[in-house]
């Protein structure tokens, strides 16, 4: 959001000439907002309609009289499920970082023979379906006899983050000078110190950016959840709603509050990490 | 706006520090200095090595295995599983679900791609006129994106649904007759193909402007210069000069299209009957839809989708590597 404020007030002199002369071009771009966005308040709105108000024809546009008993049945039904994902995402976030990091310093900066194959496998790794993935893991799981297990599902989610880290860190830190390693190596610092004390905060951005994708996609993850982790006892968000659906297959009410809640990470990232999610979109899909 | 981010950290580096190894004692030979370094760049990777190799290498080669064998829930306590070829594969293309499915894939994803590329595209040349509030309504406009995809999936169905859905009380009010969209088979793969749309274009809209950041204002002053009106700047200028930067958008929605499964799933479990089962959702459906799994199925459709993806994969590799070059 901060991005957003300094580069509003940050506009060009003779900008209030041009506000004028585009005032009309905010409108239309207001009204696109507004279609592409409607879905969205459709599902609020959903959550704070009556169900006796439900199934009335035409739909309320706006709840006038607004009910939380979608909000008070999420806070009474749901708040594990929640905690699970919120477990979840942290390990996969943690297991991410932690595998995709030293592997990119490396490429980045050490010049592994064989390096160039390693990325390309990387890059082929991310066009291959979850679902396909979701099957092997099946298989080697119920050999294991780890179905289930909330740690089985932090491996399995970290599967879509870690090639996309390791691409992410590996274009951050090739920016980083060579002088600076230098440095630190004058200073009697070894690879290993040079990584932690050295490439590691400066990579901080990076971080933030892999870290914020990689949470989202195990909050988000449906496909792992549903096979890997559907008979446990703790349990996935999207899993509560996909049940939720299930069950009570009248009680929109309460799914779209639960879908609200749902969406309260992404909301709270976007805002406070607008320019990171931009950056993780067009990164390895562009090369400026 | 990737630039923000990837900027380059400016080396606080000490000055007067000689940058070659002048005043230290003599190392060790060339060689050996080397292999010393590899050793080290290795076990920095070696973890990640480890990783591809358990997480990704070993279930896609247990995938495999699976689609040239014959294996039941039994089999996987007992290990027997008869090795039977490809007769899995051979029962998948004589299945009557393999044409519908084929051409249900073969819809979703080009429909979807040429709808996204084309909005996302509009919108993009639309935000670059930097007007009051561009930016803002721009990250907005990636909020589809970034929803669980459950979420955004079970709003559409509730908005598509026939009694009490958004959509059809709007037809309605227009005159029209509502339509079944999710129970229909005419109108369920036409369903799932607009949610996917409107989940695509943010991806689409946030590429296309990086690559619009790129061309060179100078241009478009010379082409105003010359007398040219909007629609000749963008057909002659922007969109050539976009061309690399399509390509690339376009491969990789194919490569994520084709894997698209929760949204399907979740509005239409890929019915009704299989009036929107795809690829993705069929092998699904065998693995897992029902009580009683049909793995080995399950798996060659699944290395099916892989070669497909594989072959668009390696497309947009070769693109952007010519890119690069």
């Known amino acids: 959001m901060s ?12 900008s209030r000439r041009r506000g004028r002369r585009t005032w009309h071009k905010t409108l239309l771009g207001l009204v696109f907002t507004a279609i592409m966005l409607f879905p969205i308040y459709w599902m609020v709105n959903v959550s704070l309609t009556p169900a006796d108000r439900m199934r009335s024809s035409p739909p309320s546009w706006f709840p006038f009289a607004p009910t939380f008993d979608g909000y008070i049945a999420v806070i009474q039904q749901q708040l594990p499920y929640l905690g699970t994902s919120l477990v979840i995402g942290l390990g996969t976030v943690l297991l991410t970082v932690v595998v995709a990091a030293p592997a990119a310093y490396s490429l980045a900066k050490l010049r592994p023979k064989g390096g160039g194959a390693l990325s390309f496998v990387l890059l082929v790794a991310q066009m291959i379906p979850q679902v396909i993935v979701a099957m092997g893991f099946y298989a080697i799981y119920l050999n294991l006899g780890i179905l289930n297990q909330p740690a089985g599902l932090i491996i399995a989610d970290s599967t879509l983050a870690v090639p996309f880290g390791v691409l992410i860190f590996t274009a951050f830190m090739s920016g980083i000078p060579d002088e600076l390693m230098s440095a630190a190596k004058l200073d009697g610092a070894g690879t290993m110190r040079t990584f932690l004390s050295v490439v590691l905060p400066v990579s901080r951005n990076s971080i933030v950016t ?13 496909v792992f959840s549903s096979t890997l982790n559907s008979g446990g006892d703790a349990q996935t968000i999207t899993l509560g709603i996909y ?36 950056a993780g979109v067009t990164a390895g899909a562009v090369k400026d | 706006m990737s630039s923000t981010i990837i900027e380059r950290p400016e080396a606080a580096v000490p000055d007067g520090r000689p940058a070659t190894n002048a005043g230290l ?13 590899q050793l080290t760049a290795w076990g920095f990777i070696a973890p990640v090595v480890a990783y591809l190799v358990i997480f990704y290498a070993y279930p896609l080669f247990k995938n495999v295995d699976l689609s040239v ?36 894939t073969l819809l979703f994803t080009g429909i979807s791609i040429a709808f996204q590329f084309t909005i996302g595209m509009a919108l993009a040349v639309f935000f670059f006129q930097n007007f009051r509030l561009s930016s803002t309504l721009r990250a907005l406009f990636l909020v589809p994106w970034l929803l669980p995809l459950i979420v955004s999936a079970s709003t559409w169905s509730w ?37 996917n749309i409107w989940i695509g274009i943010p991806f689409n809209l946030v590429i296309l ?41 376009i491969l990789l929605g194919l490569v994520y299209t084709l894997k698209v499964f929760d949204i399907i799933w979740i509005m239409t479990k890929g019915g009704p009957g299989d009036s929107s089962t795809t690829f993705a959702i069929w092998s699904y459906q065998l693995g897992f839809g029902s009580t009683l799994p049909d793995f080995s199925p399950a ?24 890119q690069d070059a």
């Open chain 1, 243 to 278: 049940r939720y659906i299930g069950n009570n297959n009248q009680d929109w009410n309460s799914i779209m509050a639960t879908a609200v809640v749902a969406s309260i990470p992404a909301t709270i990232l976007l805002i406070v990490a607008q320019r990171y999610v931009a």
């Open chain 2, 69 to 104: 064998r014959d294996y039941t829930v039994r089999s996987f306590i007992d290990g027997n599983a008869p090795f039977v070829g490809f007769a899995n594969f051979t029962a998948i293309f004589q299945n009557p679900t393999f044409g519908p499915a084929l051409v249900h």
């Open chain 2, 25 to 37: 004692p003599p190392r060790p030979s060339l060689k050996k200095r080397f292999r010393a370094d």
């Open chain 2, 209 to 249: 402007y990086s690559g619009l950041q790129n061309i060179s204002t100078d241009i478009y002053e010379a082409a105003s210069l010359d007398g040219a009106n909007a629609s000749q700047k963008f057909w002659r200028i922007t969109f050539p000069l976009l061309k690399p930067v399509s390509a690339i958008t």
């Open chain 2, 159 to 195: 908005m598509m649904n026939s009694d009490s859905g958004v959509i059809n009380s709007v037809i309605q009010s227009f005159g029209g007759t509502g339509i079944n969209w999710l129970t229909s088979p005419h109108w369920a793969l036409v369903a799932v193909i607009i949610a």
């Open chain 1, 3 to 14: 991005s957003i404020t300094t580069r509003l007030s940050n506009v060009a002199p003779g």
């Open chain 2, 299 to 322: 798996a060659a459709v699944g290395n099916l989708l892989i070669v497909i993806a594989l072959i668009f994969g390696f497309l947009y590799l070769r693109v952007q590597k010519r």
């Open chain 1, 210 to 222: 892999v870290s914020l994708f990689a949470f989202l996609w195990a909050w988000s993850d449906f």
